[in-house]
């Protein structure tokens, strides 16, 4: 192997939160014993998260500081955001929505969103949240598949994205606007936050009860809504503490935006039940900033992502070396492949490597990591957390055979673990397809080593994840053919350095157009227009005609390996088993 181990040194491996013992003998019942619950065995994530730290005398503790792009700072305790988020649960009620209806929020890392995801929870709502960058289509196409009841966002967003067709959306009654003014039929948060009551017992919900909807890109056909469920919150305390050392007081900074699962569950769910104290940062990636917040604010546990450590990797070591990082505990990524490289340049950097860990929207939370009390080898995501059965499989029919160490597969996971995804929203079938031979398939594929080591090799299906967004082609080649010269799109993701992976679009155009660098920018800004600049092509590429396959279908994979000079192989047999 290229890469040496990195062994952890005996006080670290010493101090690690999830010892060999806890690993023995966890089941998944001694996580929910972590949470504190309601009478009768009920529960509700934001009790966990706020309310019970508050009743057991930890209100004045501090629960998050934010940090506004221009360096405003504003710090809550447990007690603040339990008040904040009971006003907010009374403003919904206020406005007649109850038990089981759909909030969305649309927003960047701003104090409300944290406080509407929280005030939603507790009202016994549904929290739906939405990437702030995703242009109107992405956006509308979610709110209606998930039937919003209500949406929290900014003046500039709701003008921008949401004006224009919010009245033709039936379930839509109430849109909330940050700040002390709305627009014509919108409610101003900041007045409605300033008049409602304090205090809202949160409502008891059963752990089966539907709590997140978070959007995820499928390779065909239209985003998926994956719904998961208050019991998750067990799986969020459980992974919290192990796989990211979570401890009360401890300074924990995750970097995602809660656009993303990552932002929810590891940025708001579990360091709040934890007891931690964390930071949030309205900014974008920043690499100065970025040093300076975490020597300053005195973070022990960072939690972020292969893009952003490959940016600091490229401005190079001389520009840490400014930075006291002695506070840093733990460092962890998720999202993408971690190169290799990147986990020996923190160890050298920060004095401790990143410790890779895997996971997706569907899983709700943490299921294969690096933890602190183990042997790192550089590149791979590490072994499954305790109440975690993985497997590589292959597909082989209708049947699956299980691999051995070595060999490359689908990487599938023994269901049952409290934060799986209960369905995908009006789509039985498609969920269905997820699951065979009792395990549930991922999509991805991977390696087990001889010494129960998971590597990451690719994604079994199309999808693109590009700076850690994951993004389906079908939805970004919709909007192209959208546009009055396009006359059919196929979008692939083809490697990039800093991004891991960036979007490629190939078109054929209607009669009557000719490829030029003005189309070319006419299309690639209308992309830009209606889907954002995250999940638009960064490259319009003109085709006189696309490769399908016998049954009509693109073949994006055979596009991706003749741009790449790969053996073409047998890629009709991988288009057919597309889902
Ligand atoms: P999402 O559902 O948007 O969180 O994306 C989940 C997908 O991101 C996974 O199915 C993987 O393809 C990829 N992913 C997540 N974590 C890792 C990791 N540590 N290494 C490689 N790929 C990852």
């Known amino acids: 192997m290229a890469f040496e181990t990195i062994t952890k040194p005996d006080d670290v491996r010493a101090s690690a939160v999830l010892t060999e013992e806890i690993r023995a003998r966890f089941v998944w019942d001694d996580a929910r014993a972590m949470l504190d619950g ?22 004045d503790d501090a629960a998050m500081t934010w940090i506004g792009k221009e360096g405003a700072r504003r710090a809550f305790t447990y007690a603040n955001l339990a008040d904040q988020t009971a006003r907010f649960a009374n403003v919904l009620r206020a406005h007649g929505l109850g038990r089981g209806d759909r909030v969305f929020g649309l927003m960047g890392r701003e104090v409300e969103l944290y406080v509407a995801a929280l005030g939603t929870l507790k009202a016994g709502m549904v929290f739906s949240p939405l990437f702030s960058a995703f242009g109107p289509e992405p956006i509308r196409t979610r709110m209606e598949i998930g039937a919003a009841n209500a949406l929290v966002t900014t003046a500039a967003i709701y003008r921008r994205k949401i004006a224009a067709w919010w009245r033709d959306l039936p379930s839509l009654k109430l849109i909330l606007i940050v700040g002390d003014e709305a627009p014509e039929d919108c409610v101003a948060l900041g007045p409605a936050m300033a008049a409602a009551c304090g205090e809202f017992a949160p409502v008891p919900m059963d752990a089966e009860d539907m709590a997140l909807i978070h959007f995820t890109s499928g390779t065909t056909g239209r985003p998926k809504g994956a719904v998961h469920v208050h019991g998750a919150v067990a799986t969020h305390a459980a992974t919290g503490r192990y796989a990211l050392e979570m401890e009360p007081g401890l300074r924990y900074w995750c970097t995602a935006d809660p656009g993303w699962v990552t932002g929810t569950s590891y940025g708001i769910i579990a360091p709040l039940v934890n007891r931690v104290h964390m930071l949030v940062d309205e900014a974008e990636f920043d690499l100065d900033r970025w040093y300076r917040l975490l020597q300053e604010e005195r973070i022990a546990v960072w939690y972020t992502a292969p893009t952003a450590i ?52 569907e899983t709700g939370g943490i299921v294969i990591a690096n933890t602190q009390g183990m042997d790192i080898q550089p590149g791979s995501m590490g072994k499954p957390l305790p109440g975690q059965v993985a497997g590589i499989v292959a597909r082989e029919g209708e049947a699956l055979r299980e691999m051995g160490a070595g060999e490359i597969g689908e990487l599938a996971l023994r269901p049952g673990w409290p934060s799986m995804m209960r369905g995908y929203l009006h789509e039985q079938a498609r969920y269905e397809k997820c699951f065979a031979g009792g395990w549930y398939l991922t999509g991805d594929l991977a390696m087990r080593d001889g010494d129960g080591y998971y590597w990451f090799v690719g994604r079994a299906d199309d999808l693109i994840k590009t700076s850690g967004h994951l993004i389906g082609p079908f939805e970004v080649e919709s909007a192209l053919i959208e546009h009055e010269a396009v006359a059919e799109a196929a979008v692939i993701g083809l490697p990039d350095e800093t991004a891991g992976e960036v979007v490629r679009a190939y078109v054929c155009l209607n009669p009557g157009f000719e490829p030029s660098d003005e189309l070319e920018k006419s299309i690639r800004g209308h992309a830009r227009k209606l889907l954002g600049p995250t999940v638009a092509p960064r490259e319009v590429v003109f085709r006189h005609s696309l490769p ?13 390996a003749r741009e790449l000079g790969l053996p073409e192989g047998d890629i009709s047999t991988l288009e057919a088993d597309e889902t």
């Open 310 to 361: 490959r940016m600091m990797m490229r401005a190079g070591e001389e520009a840490a070396k400014p930075y006291d990082f002695s506070a840093l505990r733990f460092l962890a990524s998720v999202g993408e492949p971690l190169n290799p490289e990147a986990v020996v340049w923190a160890n050298r950097v920060f004095g401790r490597p990143f410790h890779d860990n895997w996971w997706q929207t």
């Open 38 to 59: 309601l009478p009768t065995g009920k529960l509700n994530i934001a009790h966990e998260a706020l309310d019970r730290h508050v009743t057991a005398g930890h209100g």
């Open 548 to 560: 399908r396959t016998r049954s009509g279908k693109i073949m994006r994979r055979l596009l991706k």
